[in-house]
């Protein structure tokens, strides 16, 4: 396929350039590149998709049933208990509702974790998404269910290797709900099969003193005590650090998932992302679960993390950087050739329109898609070189019948409750 003539995001900078796209990647970007299926798109802003970083997609299914609560209370008293009854088919809907939410909004490939996870894999082969998945595993101290849920895992973990859109990844819950024994075997068994990790980490204050009267150490010093912590690892949160902390995680290599606006609606604080790309660590974006969040909506997320990260200081986090964080960041944290326009990176494109009223004047285009974009400017969204939204409109997927079976899936869920 030859993209032609478009004004792509590349280097930083918007250069009017065609994109040559071979077998979902991008070939070549220049000017008077050759192709025979040709797209013109002279009237768009071409950008990388955005990368959510975490979340638990399925989740979609609780959006506003457990609002304006604690951490700690909302998963004891809400959450845990609607889990309980989840089953495959019901987050087979909410996967739907999440990934139509995050194509309509402009994201090209989430990092997941949660359960059922042959319905997200499902999922995401009816919608051509791209994904990283994590089985979330917790032991809670008991060999058993380490055992069953090692299991689990495993298992996705094979069904994943059919599909080229989806990169498995191991998804120890957190240091909390993980035995010390349990994590040594996660760890054993991603060096082994040459897979990354998706974990929570220092998230609450309260997980931090607990960890810190249990072991001695705070969550990081307790990871890396582990030799757990490396290039590999993608930490969900990492709200309470201290200065050592940051130490550790910049000389581990590992990257940062920072979910403001679920930190911020939880009270859980605000995570020191600009000493933490001070010191070197790759932070990329995540909005979470749309339970604690509510939104799957990446523009919303990056402006709201813009913005909070100003606070003190105007010059932090400035347009360029946000943008950066939820695509290229993204790519990096989970290992893939995504974020990016560049030969070699795969084809997840945006095309913007830029006479949607929230991109008019375009003094500064990249400041208009961080802080002013309505994601309705959105006009197509193209991933591993296929367009899944032409013109708003979802090829892949029948919404309206999507928004009907997650929500009567929801509504029993809830009711069971209550």
Not at 269 to 281: E, V
Not at 403 to 412: C, F, I, L, R, T
Request: charged share 20%; net charge negative.
């Amino acid at each position: 396929m030859l993209i032609k003539g478009g004004l792509v995001y590349a280097d930083d900078k918007f250069v009017r350039r065609d994109i040559g796209v071979t077998n979902g990647i991008i070939s070549s970007l220049g000017k008077e590149v050759s192709g025979e299926d040709v797209f013109d798109a002279r009237n768009f802003i071409l950008i990388p998709g955005f990368v959510n970083t975490h979340t638990h997609l399925a989740m979609t299914l609780f959006r506003g049933a457990g609002d304006d609560v604690p951490l700690h209370k909302w998963l004891e008293e809400r959450i845990w208990p609607l889990e309980a009854n989840l089953t495959t088919k019901d987050c087979y809907w909410g996967n739907m509702l999440g990934i139509v939410e995050m194509i309509r909004t402009g994201t090209t490939c989430f990092n997941d974790m949660y359960f059922h996870m042959d319905s997200a894999v499902q999922a995401i082969k009816e919608s051509g998404m791209r994904a990283c998945i994590t089985q979330g595993i917790l032991d809670l101290g008991n060999k058993s269910k380490a055992n069953a849920e090692m299991r689990e895992s495993i298992r996705i973990q094979r069904i994943c290797k059919e599909e080229p859109n989806i990169t498995f990844m191991m998804g120890p819950h957190a240091p909390y709900t993980c035995s010390k024994e349990f994590l040594l075997e996660i760890k054993r068994y991603a060096q082994e099969h040459a897979l990354r990790i998706h974990i929570h980490l220092a998230e609450t204050q309260k997980e931090v003193q607990d960890i810190k009267k249990e072991r001695g150490m705070t969550p990081v010093e307790y990871l890396e005590s582990l030799s757990f912590l490396d290039e590999n690892v993608v930490l969900a949160h990492c709200v309470h650090l201290t200065n050592s902390d940051i130490s550790i995680m910049a000389k581990c290599g590992v990257s940062v998932a920072h979910c403001p606006n679920s930190n911020l609606k939880l009270s859980s604080g605000i995570a020191p992302i600009n000493d933490m790309m001070s010191a070197g660590i790759n932070v990329s974006l995540g909005t979470d679960g749309a339970s604690s969040n509510n939104s799957l909506n990446m523009q919303q997320e990056m402006k709201s993390m813009a913005l909070i990260h100003k606070l003190n200081d105007p010059t932090h986090i400035d347009a360029k950087t946000a943008f950066s964080i939820a695509t290229k960041h993204g790519g990096q944290a989970l290992g893939l050739n995504i974020g990016e326009l560049s030969p070699g990176y795969a084809a997840d494109i945006l095309f913007i329109n830029p006479l949607h009223h929230s991109m008019i004047p375009s003094n500064n285009i990249i400041s208009n898609i961080v802080y002013s974009m309505n994601t309705e400017a959105i006009s197509h969204v193209m991933i591993n070189g296929k367009f899944v939204m032409l013109d708003r409109k979802i090829i892949n997927l029948n919404e309206e019948k999507i928004y009907k079976k997650a929500s009567e899936h929801a509504q029993k869920l809830v009711e069971k409750l209550e």
